[in-house]
């Protein structure tokens, strides 16, 4: 059944292939999880194992936090005015992505398992970076201002999906199984690819995240004087691409007027998506309504219907969005969340510090690339928030709980 898992993790990107069951609009994504769970809830009712699972998710440390965080995005349905669309947002963004946090926790129980679920979804980043590169050079209509993209849309979309990535090759290389060579080809591909996307906000959320990293190699004097210069050279590396891309913008390489017009747009989006949360703090405008109130919110303002609008897909920050999509009990969920999820990995350091500390790391680089993006607000990005807290829970019984 761990497969299931693995597949599912691998093809994250499948969300991007609509289909249809009995005129329902669903993915291939969905229908993976789907599968997964009736044919892992089947063999459980035949053994008799239903209650006893049941029982574990109920007494998980992320229990009450998820529910907070379930009933949230069924309020904010009610509160949007497009409850078709709301719906269809809480089948992708909560019921699936809980569910696929169910089957996590309920069948990775092996630090060898929690290996393999790091290969699958960094074997899926390194393949979309690799379909990227065929497009970025051979292929120009794979292009969007110079800028890596791969299948998606954005070339922001790609640096969400495999900047936190990047840290679970920690984890990769504490697995004897796995040739070491294949995986730094594999993190050099994830970086190279990472740099051609040009997102600001991904650097810094990778560089956020080195500094921490380094920081606690330092602190838990664990590592070998190797890795704490492996960690020291990427962060140089970092400081250095943030330079070569200064030069191409100094250069005419890729125009400059992206960065100014980028960063008044998304000041703008900013500053009124504040405006709009403290006028609605308490229950949000609803769930997938943002875009349209910003709009009406915004429509008599000089620029904003042309230019600014179009870009408002959400506030461009994480726990703003949060709040403005599900309400105050929404941010509330998410911060009880990683606060419960943060404590349990903290215990592990001392048990388990590689693996610990690459999922450590990979929260705080969806968290301070959160600081400039909505980086869990999409199928893929929040099925990986889950798959980041499911770790949390299953590497804590793997070194605690099971020893009770």
């Given at each position: 059944?761990?497969?299931?898992?693995?597949?599912?993790?691998?093809?994250?990107?499948?969300?991007?292939?609509?289909?249809?069951?009995?005129?329902?609009?669903?993915?291939?994504?969905?229908?993976?999880?789907?599968?997964?769970?009736?044919?892992?809830?089947?063999?459980?009712?035949?053994?008799?194992?239903?209650?006893?699972?049941?029982?574990?998710?109920?007494?998980?440390?992320?229990?009450?936090?998820?529910?907070?965080?379930?009933?949230?995005?069924?309020?904010?349905?009610?509160?949007?005015?497009?409850?078709?669309?709301?719906?269809?947002?809480?089948?992708?963004?909560?019921?699936?992505?809980?569910?696929?946090?169910?089957?996590?926790?309920?069948?990775?129980?092996?630090?060898?398992?929690?290996?393999?679920?790091?290969?699958?979804?960094?074997?899926?980043?390194?393949?979309?970076?690799?379909?990227?590169?065929?497009?970025?050079?051979?292929?120009?209509?794979?292009?969007?201002?110079?800028?890596?993209?791969?299948?998606?849309?954005?070339?922001?979309?790609?640096?969400?999906?495999?900047?936190?990535?990047?840290?679970?090759?920690?984890?990769?290389?504490?697995?004897?199984?796995?040739?070491?060579?294949?995986?730094?080809?594999?993190?050099?591909?994830?970086?190279?690819?990472?740099?051609?996307?040009?997102?600001?906000?991904?650097?810094?959320?990778?560089?956020?995240?080195?500094?921490?990293?380094?920081?606690?190699?330092?602190?838990?004097?664990?590592?070998?004087?190797?890795?704490?210069?492996?960690?020291?050279?990427?962060?140089?590396?970092?400081?250095?691409?943030?330079?070569?891309?200064?030069?191409?913008?100094?250069?005419?390489?890729?125009?400059?007027?992206?960065?100014?017009?980028?960063?008044?747009?998304?000041?703008?989006?900013?500053?009124?998506?504040?405006?709009?949360?403290?006028?609605?703090?308490?229950?949000?405008?609803?769930?997938?309504?943002?875009?349209?109130?910003?709009?009406?919110?915004?429509?008599?303002?000089?620029?904003?219907?042309?230019?600014?609008?179009?870009?408002?897909?959400?506030?461009?920050?994480?726990?703003?969005?949060?709040?403005?999509?599900?309400?105050?009990?929404?941010?509330?969920?998410?911060?009880?969340?990683?606060?419960?999820?943060?404590?349990?990995?903290?215990?592990?350091?001392?048990?388990?510090?590689?693996?610990?500390?690459?999922?450590?790391?990979?929260?705080?680089?969806?968290?301070?690339?959160?600081?400039?993006?909505?980086?869990?607000?999409?199928?893929?990005?929040?099925?990986?928030?889950?798959?980041l807290l499911g770790l949390s829970i299953v590497l804590y019984n793997i070194y605690y709980a099971e020893k009770k």
């Amino acid at each position: 059944m761990a497969n299931f898992i693995y597949l599912i993790l691998f093809s994250l990107p499948l969300y991007l292939i609509k289909v249809k069951i009995f005129n329902i609009p669903s993915t291939i994504l969905e229908l993976e999880i789907y599968t997964a769970f009736v044919i892992f809830l089947g063999i459980n009712i035949k053994n008799r194992k239903t209650g006893d699972i049941i029982k574990k998710i109920i007494a998980s440390k992320l229990f009450l936090p998820a529910v907070l965080f379930l009933l949230s995005g069924i309020s904010a349905v009610f509160v949007s005015p497009d409850k078709l669309s709301a719906l269809g947002i809480f089948k992708a963004y909560f019921f699936d992505s809980l569910l696929f946090f169910f089957l996590f926790i309920s069948l990775i129980k092996t630090r060898q398992e929690v290996c393999n679920s790091f290969l699958a979804i960094v074997s899926s980043g390194v393949l979309l970076v690799g379909i990227g590169f065929l497009g970025y050079f051979s292929i120009p209509n794979f292009l969007e201002d110079g800028r890596l993209r791969s299948i998606f849309s954005s070339p922001n979309y790609l640096s969400l999906y495999i900047t936190p990535l990047i840290f679970l090759f920690i984890g990769l290389l504490s697995d004897k199984k796995i040739n070491k060579k294949i995986i730094w080809a594999a993190l050099f591909v994830l970086l190279f690819g990472l740099f051609l996307t040009f997102s600001r906000g991904a650097w810094m959320g990778l560089l956020v995240a080195l500094v921490f990293l380094a920081v606690w190699t330092i602190i838990k004097k664990f590592f070998h004087y190797r890795w704490i210069g492996f960690v020291g050279a990427l962060i140089m590396l970092s400081l250095v691409a943030l330079f070569i891309v200064k030069g191409l913008y100094l250069f005419g390489v890729i125009p400059s007027s992206r960065i100014e017009k980028s960063d008044s747009i998304r000041i703008e989006i900013w500053r009124t998506s504040w405006e709009i949360g403290v006028g609605s703090p308490i229950a949000g405008v609803g769930l997938g309504n943002f875009q349209s109130y910003f709009g009406e919110y915004t429509k008599s303002r000089i620029n904003y219907p042309e230019y600014v609008t179009p870009h408002a897909i959400t506030p461009h920050n994480m726990l703003i969005n949060i709040w403005l999509q599900i309400g105050i009990l929404g941010v509330a969920s998410i911060i009880w969340l990683i606060i419960s999820s943060l404590k349990m990995l903290s215990k592990v350091l001392t048990k388990d510090f590689l693996l610990s500390i690459s999922v450590l790391s990979s929260m705080v680089a969806v968290l301070s690339h959160g600081l400039v993006e909505s980086t869990i607000w999409k199928n893929d990005l929040m099925i990986y928030f889950w798959f980041l807290l499911g770790l949390s829970i299953v590497l804590y019984n793997i070194y605690y709980a099971e020893k009770k």
